[in-house]
């Protein structure tokens, strides 16, 4: 069965920078339309970017321009690139399929914070 598995959060101060990692084993990603999500605390989980099989990107408003969705096929990886990080960034990151179909996995904590 298809595990994701995420890295590469911590605690980081307003206008800092994160690169967050999703490695898949148990399925080649490389044909799939791949996404990032999080959750904040108390809210819902929401698409951040996706990211298509011949790497078209698409971004939600509060992504565009300052995060930045990619993939190493030969990895089996997608990684989000996070710049000039604010406060309201703080969440829990996910990967997963653009529909969301995959199991979820255990996210990566991402808090901006002076």
């Known amino acids: 069965q298809a595990q994701l598995v995420e890295s590469g959060g911590g605690l980081v101060q307003p206008g800092g920078s994160l690169r967050l990692s999703c490695v898949a084993s148990g399925l080649i990603l490389s044909p799939y339309i791949m996404a990032w999500y999080r959750q904040a605390p108390g809210k819902e989980r929401v698409l951040v970017a996706s990211?298509?099989?011949?790497?078209?990107?698409e971004y939600t408003e509060f992504a565009n321009s300052r995060f930045t969705i990619s993939r190493d096929n030969a990895k089996n990886t997608v990684y989000l690139q996070m710049n000039n990080l604010k406060p309201e960034d703080t969440a829990v990151y996910y990967c997963?399929?653009?529909?969301?179909?995959?199991?979820w996995g255990q996210g990566t904590q991402v808090t901006v914070s002076s």
């Open positions: 997963n399929l653009n529909d969301g179909s995959l199991n």
């Open positions: 990211i298509s099989s011949d790497s078209r990107t």
